[in-house]
């Protein structure tokens, strides 16, 4: 949905020079805003200026370079006008098997589709957050639900930017909600079973074992929570987390607490629920994510009184680990974790091995 009308608005709109993105730009045109047009076809983006009666500026960049995408924010600024809508759409197509790929036009379109994406969303969302206003449209396609055959990289770059644009703010719910739909389906289409299940993950892949747990516990055998972003009411106070505000929302503006407070894993642990085994691992040097998380979490559930299987490394950093043998040390607690709980020393393993 594009925002309402806007008499003082600003919408930057990349790939503006035909398709989609100009008609796009023609809507936003139509509820009032002006407009920053961005290609790489100079005379395409005056002529659509021309059309749209002076209310677009023009700024030929070719995205794939990172010096003129780098450069962007600070073009903007200098027309004297500030974004508060940046709409990504440029984007490349390859056509043709792997086999006969051209690397260099490969990676040409990775950088559009993909590193142009982040980029920007990097550099000019920020600023929205620090006024308080604004808005992103990543433009994806229906490249993103699957495989496209003779355009494997095409379709793995929506497939990235779906996938990065749900996990931002108030669509970071959404990467839950597909994650629980997949393990329905592993269980519905008999691939396996809720009790032979798991799932683990790490970091932000922490944070969504966590949502696992507290919100789908009933899909899963046994969950693995490694270094885990938690506590999403006070994540922006510690450590790294400040610089995490743009993509998660800040848990002091109300607006964004609302929402934020739906999916924070720490403030829905219930006594009244069943949950599955859960191991939770963090390093007492994570100088990324607080192992803080990890610890105030295992707290609650014990306090809720359910059995959590914690692990704190007092070396390793974010990693977990601060060399190979403390890798490997770590990889076997899981996997002999998963062994007793879904595997074949589980209790369920137990109950289906037949008498002798």
């Not at 045109?29 to 677009?56: H, K, M, Q, S």
């Not at 972003?229 to 848990?251: K, N, T």
């Not at 963090?282 to 914690?310: C, F, I, N, Q, W």
């Amino acid at each position: 949905m594009l925002p309402p009308t806007s008499e003082d608005g600003v919408a930057v709109v990349t790939g503006a020079s035909s398709g989609i993105g100009e008609q796009i730009a023609r809507e936003f045109a139509r509820r009032g805003y002006r407009l920053v047009l961005v290609a790489r076809r100079a005379n395409r983006l005056r002529g659509l200026a021309e059309e749209l009666d002076g209310r677009a500026h023009v700024l030929p960049a070719d995205l794939s370079n990172r010096d003129e995408r780098a450069a962007l924010p600070d073009q903007v600024a200098a027309l004297g006008v500030l974004p508060d809508v940046l709409v990504n759409n440029a984007g490349l197509s390859t056509l043709g098997p792997v086999a006969e790929s051209n690397p260099e036009a490969e990676l040409n379109l990775i950088e559009v589709d993909v590193a142009a994406v982040v980029d920007l969303c990097s550099r000019f969302v920020p600023g929205m957050v620090k006024r308080g206003r604004g808005a992103v449209l990543n433009v994806a396609s229906v490249g993103a639900f699957g495989p496209v055959p003779g355009q494997a990289s095409y379709g793995a770059a929506k497939a990235f930017v779906l996938s990065y644009t749900q996990a931002m703010r108030e669509g970071r719910h959404k990467v839950a909600e597909d994650f629980a739909a997949v393990a329905k389906d592993l269980v519905s289409r008999d691939i396996t079973t809720v009790e032979q299940l798991s799932a683990a993950g790490g970091s932000n892949g922490g944070l969504l074992m966590g949502i696992m747990l507290t919100q789908y516990p009933e899909l899963f055998g046994a969950l693995v929570c490694s270094v885990p972003l938690l506590d999403m009411r006070r994540f922006h106070l510690l450590l790294a987390g400040a610089s995490w505000v743009a993509e998660y929302g800040d848990p002091d503006e109300p607006a964004d607490w609302e929402f934020i407070e739906k999916y924070s894993p720490y403030h829905h642990v219930s006594a009244d629920r069943h949950y599955p085994p859960l191991l939770i691992t963090t390093s007492t040097r994570d100088d990324r994510v607080h192992p803080g998380h990890a610890r105030k979490m295992t707290a609650a559930l014990e306090a809720a009184g359910h059995r959590v299987r914690y692990y704190e490394n007092i070396e390793g950093g974010h990693a977990g680990a601060a060399d190979n043998k403390q890798a490997a040390f770590k990889s076997a607690l899981m996997f002999e974790f998963l062994w007793r709980t879904i595997g074949a020393a589980s209790p369920a393993a137990q109950r289906r091995e037949p008498s002798r």
